[in-house]
């Protein structure tokens, strides 16, 4: 890889000894860093330890070096990552609110580069309301955050807090360098989560899907250069951050919220959760026991529409992919659905005993015409990195 230059931030914290490790692990993979401190990062660590490590010199003041009169934006530019490690629930508070009042806060506001944020602070200010707004306002807006272990603090305070290890950080920036872009003008239409069957105003049939697996892919996708719309049943997860994400309840819905993006994309990933059956009727109030006892023992059941049949049916140049999800003989029944469903392949997955739904983890097989190919036991990030791999494949 071609050496990068990282513009690393350090802030007033404890943790800012650990930075002087990250430098290191960065020259070792080979790249350039420059820091630029906070003043209150300067009572934890020198700069004259930086300036040794980095060979650069190191970036305090805005008004610092004479010889750059516009040091901020030249700094911002400089950067093909720009991390602040650790960074502190107040430099995190001003980076969300555009406040430039420092040297950092100003470049970080003036840089195009990709933000990374590795925070480090108590528990108790980690988990403080305005600070889960910061990071989920910054989060909306692409900064990728590198999230603090749990374990004793400097304060004496035991929880969520302490810096990221500088390994950690450093994997996961490289790994940024090395993000595939190879989705870029692609429109991908990806479906999420489990739908909600209404019996009554308060009674629904749903299943465990959590949402993690379609999540997972939209951001995969998205992280590639793809256009993405997400269509998600109800999930408690965050929205992803550059993602046009729709939310709908029932399998109808489903049905009607992806035929547009159907007709513009490019690849379609059904990864939801969908009932195959719905109550017949969904009564108006709800049903009580003693009064509505026989509404309540005999719910009539009536098919859903197919949503990945039906829009398969005209999928022309798309690439379309299916789910099959299955407690028992997954590969058979995988190929059942691959001739039913008219996918390009089927994703299979074994469901069920604590699998698949709502895990960090998921295990596939690829079931198409050529045969089966298995992707073994990895996070669902990595998973739908493989699944784009093969829709890549796809395209002509
Ligand atoms: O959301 P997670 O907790 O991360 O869990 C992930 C997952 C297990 C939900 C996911 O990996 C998965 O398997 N999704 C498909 C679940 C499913 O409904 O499988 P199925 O075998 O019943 O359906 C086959 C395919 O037809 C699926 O692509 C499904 O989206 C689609 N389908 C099914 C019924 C229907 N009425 N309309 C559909 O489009």
Known sequence: MSQKTIVLGVTGCIAAYKSCALVREFQRAGHRVKVIMTEHATHFVDPVTFRALTHEKVAIDLFDDPADPIHHISLAQ????????????????????????????????????????????????????????NMKTLRSRGVKFIEPDAGYLACGDVGKGRLSEPTDIANAVIALFDEKKDLVGKKFLITAGPTRERIDPVRYITNDSSGKMGFALAEAARDRGAEVTLV????????????????????????????????????AIFAAAVADKRPARMADAKLKKGQDDDLLGHIELIDNPDVLATLAANKGDRVVVGFAAETNDVLANARRKLEKKGADFIVANEVGHGKAFGTADNEVWFVSENGEEHEPAASKRQISDAILDQIVKRFR
């Open 78 to 133: 400089e950067a093909d990552i720009f991390l602040i490690a650790p960074c502190t629930a107040n430099m995190m508070a001003k980076v969300a609110h555009g406040i430039a009042d420092d040297l950092l806060s100003t470049a970080a506001l003036a840089t195009t580069a990709p933000l990374v944020i590795a925070p480090a602070m108590n528990v108790h200010m980690y988990e403080a309301a305005a600070t889960q707004e």
């Open 232 to 267: 998600s049943g109800p999930v408690s997860l965050e929205n992803p951050a550059g993602v046009n994400v729709i939310k709908i309840e029932s399998a109808r819905d489903l049905l009607e919220a992806c035929k547009k993006p159907f007709e513009a994309c490019d690849a």
